[in-house]
């Protein structure tokens, strides 16, 4: 999506690579920091591993870095900025924006990777991040037009 938005304006490539650095060493603090256990390796020590159905083939996840799903972070931060970006113009492609993160955070669950508190964290966080990219955007970046370019934008031309 950075590269396709690049095609559309720099700023908005700009603003998904900053979301991605910010969420990638918060993912791994906030993981580190409170480390809880994983689905499997939770019921696994209570002795439940075998009522717990795996999807066959799924490199399941062991340890305690479930909270919070990192996946779903980066989800809710790449598509809520996605909807910021399209600003009411496209409700319907916001819809799908909402709904793709969504899908995101619960194929971690029917994974078996995370619990849902583990899910609702990483979105909370993410739509955090997409929140503080999209008012560093509005600060800051707005005011650079040459950003408002893309790959396909000529000199001079209106992009509305």
């Known amino acids: 999506l950075g590269l396709t938005a690049m095609l559309w304006r720099f700023r908005f490539a ?5 979301a991605g650095l910010i969420i990638l060493p918060t993912s791994y603090v906030l993981k580190d920091q409170i480390g809880t256990d994983r689905p499997v390796t939770f019921f696994s020590e209570i002795g439940l591993t075998d009522a ?9 996840n062991t340890g305690q870095t479930s909270f ?3 996946h779903t972070m980066a989800a809710f931060a790449l598509f809520a900025l996605c909807a910021f970006m399209l600003g009411g113009r496209q409700p319907l492609l916001a819809f799908v924006c909402f709904w793709t993160a969504l899908l995101v955070a619960i194929s971690r669950i029917f994974l078996v990777q995370h619990f849902l508190v583990d899910v609702l964290g990483g979105a909370t966080f993410g ?10 955007d509005r600060r800051y970046l707005q005011r650079w037009t040459a950003l408002d370019r893309g790959l396909l934008t000529r000199r001079g031309m209106s992009e509305e």
């Open 14 to 18: 700009l603003l998904i690579a900053l």
């Open 52 to 60: 717990v159905a795996l999807v066959p083939g799924e490199k399941m």
């Open 127 to 136: 739509l955090i991040v997409a929140l503080l990219v999209w008012g560093i």
């Open 68 to 70: 919070p799903s990192g």
